[in-house]
């Protein structure tokens, strides 16, 4: 049997054996109310997990000052929907497939279309329809860095599919930092802290496989350049793979489905403050929110950020009244604009006078100065119907266009012959690597759990997921004052033992 399946079917089965389980009875009384302030997916998992751990008696309160979902999310186009936000998922992202599982949601179709990479000039490197013909022109242009490349990845994700089964056991981290070590030591955490070029031709990967293939899939997935820490890097290269996969009807209705599957009590609030109250021996808090008709407070014995909380980002969130203040989160979000364009594809300015003939439905690029998008791609709606073909250039087709600055219209004559429609979103989609070196805190306070620091170690939608797990295995084991099941040593042998 193929290794990979093997350890995908094994780690299914740990989650699936944890799902059954339940909870435990507390020692003490459980939390009677819990606040998730943020509704994206790593929110909504939290909840979702928090009601696996806790049980059916506490009540989940989750806050959302926009949209479910947060930055997975849906344009309209001509009657039809289209991804703006998070689009893939990972074959190996087992919390993200669990939850399309249990919510009884339905895999897209995929619709095959070939990639190339653009320099300004022209293409360098194409893909064919010969899967033989592609290895063969890596191998003639690039040696064997890709070969390195994959196997660099696959031991990267092979460690980190450990978590898996450390949380089907229900250990917990009390900090990213504390999570990555138990994974791959201190190779992980070193990876934080050097950039991914620097790795990588440490490794044997040439400078032009960095530049032409690394550089474009760094543009593409974070909008940022080859010295984005190698971490981040290994994660980007997971999700640029083939076995990858979305959600049919859009992956936004995942974040909705677990509310509901954790019986959640969705608030369409802003929380402006966040305070401690002291009750006995231990802490609640106090959360300031405004409705769109009235401002409230109420008290909670948890409260879970899963909000970014960087002061460029404008939560709207302050905490007031600690004798010790949570500690500053630092470090900035990344712009990343994203046109959906409906119109024609300007075939002539990629070097092609007849769009007939024009194969490509995706087009990266590579770090060439004055090069004004990070990519363009002709997608497909969410909604994926039997008869359902991709519309040749020739034809107005719906594109997706990332770029670091909204295009202007000089800059959309430039990609299009024509256009009917540009609907426009400007996401601080994930974190500007190096704008700190610091991985943010999980704990804040005692019961005040901070999400979103998982982001600085590598942001996607299965690292909010991981993240959602351990703080609810946190928040559990914290209560309950199970210590030994936080920041335990050598894991591995530990559950070798156990089984």
Known sequence: MNPWLLLHLQILTYIGVLG??????????????????????????????????????????????????????????????????????????????????????????????????????????????????????????????????????????????????????????????????????????????RPLSESLLELGVSQRFIDEVIAPIMRVNYGQNISIPAFVGAVSLAGAQANLWAV???????????????????????????SPEASGESTQYRLSYTTQTEKQVELYDIVVVATPLQPSVGSGISFEGFDTQPPPIAGTYHHTVASIVHGYLNCTY????????FPFASILTTDTPGLFFNSVANVCPVNITAGFRRKPPQEAGVYKVFS??????????????????????????????????????????????????????????EMSSVAAKNIALLAYHRWSRQVEMVDQKDLMHKIKTEL
């Open 20 to 193: 059954e389980s339940g909870f435990a009875q507390l020692d003490g009384a459980p939390p009677s109310r819990i606040a998730v302030i943020g509704a994206g997916i790593g929110g909504t998992a939290t909840a979702h997990f928090l009601r696996q751990h806790f049980g059916p008696e506490v009540r989940i309160d989750v806050f959302e000052k926009g949209t479910v979902g947060g930055r997975l999310a849906t344009v309209t186009v001509n009657h039809h929907d289209y991804e703006s936000g998070g689009s893939i998922i990972h074959s190996l992202n087992l919390h993200m497939q669990d939850f399309v599982k249990q919510l009884g949601l339905k895999y897209r179709r995929n619709v095959a279309g070939k990639t190339a990479v653009f320099n300004g000039q022209e293409f360098i490197l194409e893909e064919t329809d010969w899967y033989l013909l592609d290895l063969f022109r890596l191998w003639w242009r690039y040696g064997i860095s890709f070969i390195r490349l994959q196997m660099w990845v696959e031991e990267i994700m092979e460690k980190f599919m450990r978590i898996y089964k450390y949380q089907a056991h229900g250990y917990a981290f009390s900090s990213v930092e504390e999570l990555l070590n138990s994974l791959g030591g201190s190779g992980f955490l070193n990876m934080t802290r």
């Open 404 to 461: 670091q600055e909204p295009l202007g219209k000089k800059e959309l004559k430039t990609l299009f012959k024509s256009y009917y429609s540009v609907q426009v979103t400007d996401w601080q989609a994930y974190p500007h690597y190096w704008s700190t070196e610091e991985l943010p805190p999980v704990i804040l306070h005692d019961g005040l759990y901070y999400l979103n620091g998982i982001e600085w170690a590598g942001s996607a939608m």
């Open 248 to 274: 049919e009807g859009g992956n936004k209705l995942v974040c909705s489905g677990l509310l509901k599957l954790a019986r959640a009590n969705l608030i369409q609030a802003q929380v402006s403050a966040i």
């Open 350 to 357: 990629f070097g092609f006078e007849d769009p007939k003939l």
